[in-house]
């Protein structure tokens, strides 16, 4: 694979002053979360590098959707009779999606343990949580699926798209303030969702579509977290945050523009996505939804990876993302029907994202690793020849 310097001169000298600076207030993750987190990795080996329990753990997002995609690839393990989901799959998911959770939180202490914290190791953090948005997503819709008292596959989609903007809120956050503040509902949502996926292999995924008040579905109360977390919960305290910085004089971006410029891409990708489910003549997102949350959470990762390495080096955002140009032309195609079979062009177009944002991701470990002279999964430098 040929590789291609995406970071810029500029941006790598920005990650050599980079420090890390986040806020953790989340009572669940200080109190419950964290001290469990240190005696994990008080066991790990030291050899064991940070970044390798990184992909570990987010191995562990996409081995779940993928094993969910076998045993229910259209979402209708809800319906009596369409499809059957052994129990011990669910108690996989949970205790894989709980794996993932615990790496994830692992990793940084393992970093400080070892004395080997880098900017890249951060990046690639955040990059692969990014991408992980989908997988979690997308895997736990299973239970509250699409039959008859489940979430129709439309409303999942925009359900999703909630979930990315409250993720990419953080690091818009960081890119005006300098401060990551790690939001209340992703650990909240992690311990959850590891909950109900061993409960739903105790009591059956029938259980959540039987109405637990009156005439109020699980899958009411599914979607209400969702929203209630990130309308009340994380989308008011990012812009109070940018807000107080802005009132200190210590946004790192004067003007309104160039402070809401990392938008742009997000909300470009979210347009031309939504009017190719609007317009399809095949109702895409109805045949084809799995592979449809699957382009649009990888396109989504790799605009906001290109976030966060300026947010990262301190410089500015590009406004528009390059993968949009050629996604215009694909949907344009699809909505008016020049390409007659949507099926065939949204698993080409998908398999174009995905290699697009690996070959990426790749390009610019690789770069930082040269840069800062490391091995990207080991604790050791490269020798000099």
Not at 78 to 106: C, I, K, M, R
Not at 228 to 237: A, I, K, N, R
Not at 261 to 285: A, D, H, Q, R
Request: hydrophobic share 50%; glycine share 4%.
């Amino acid at each position: 694979m040929a590789l291609y310097e995406y970071v810029t001169q500029e941006q790598l000298s920005g990650f050599d002053k980079y420090k890390y600076s986040a806020v953790d207030s989340n009572p669940l993750s200080v109190y419950v979360m964290h001290p469990f987190w240190n005696s994990v990795v008080k066991v790990m080996p030291r050899w064991l590098a940070p970044n390798l329990i990184t992909f570990t753990g987010f191995m562990f997002l996409v081995f779940n959707f993928l094993m969910l995609a076998f045993y229910d690839y259209h979402f209708y393990a809800s319906e009596d009779g369409q499809t059957h989901v052994p129990s011990w799959v669910w108690v996989a998911a949970g205790l894989f999606n709980f794996l993932a959770y615990t790496l994830d939180g692992v990793d940084g202490k393992q970093a400080r343990r070892t004395n080997s914290s880098t900017p890249l190791g951060e990046l690639f953090d955040h990059g692969l949580d990014s991408w992980a948005c989908v997988f979690f997503v997308a895997t736990v819709y299973s239970i509250f699926g699409r039959g008859v008292s489940g979430v129709g596959v439309a409303s999942l989609y925009y359900i999703l798209w909630v979930v990315l903007f409250s993720f990419i809120l953080s690091h818009w956050e960081k890119y005006n303030t300098g401060v990551l503040f790690l939001p209340w509902g992703y650990d909240i949502s992690q311990v959850t969702i590891s909950i109900i996926y061993i409960f739903t292999a105790v009591v059956g995924v029938e259980t959540w579509y039987q109405p637990f008040w009156w005439n109020f579905h699980y899958r009411d109360l599914f979607t209400f977290m969702i929203l209630g977390c990130s309308f009340t919960v994380t989308l008011p305290m990012s812009l109070y945050n940018v807000f107080k910085a802005s009132r200190n004089n210590s946004l790192k971006h004067s003007s309104m523009y160039e402070a809401f410029l990392p938008f742009l891409s997000p909300v470009l990708l979210f347009l031309l996505s939504t009017v190719w489910v609007i317009f399809s003549p095949s109702n895409i997102l109805n045949e084809q939804p799995r592979v449809f949350y699957l382009m649009v959470g990888t396109a989504f990762a790799n605009v906001t990876c290109k976030l966060i390495v300026c947010q990262m080096s301190n410089t500015r955002c590009q406004p528009l993302s390059c993968l949009l140009v050629p996604m215009a032309t694909v949907v344009l195609l699809a909505v008016t029907g020049l390409v007659t079979n949507e099926t065939m062009l949204i698993y080409a177009w998908t398999a174009v994202v995905i290699l697009t944002h690996v070959h990426y991701g790749v390009s610019v470990v690789h770069q930082l690793s040269n840069h800062f002279n490391i091995f990207a999964f080991s604790l050791t430098k490269p020798s000099a020849d």
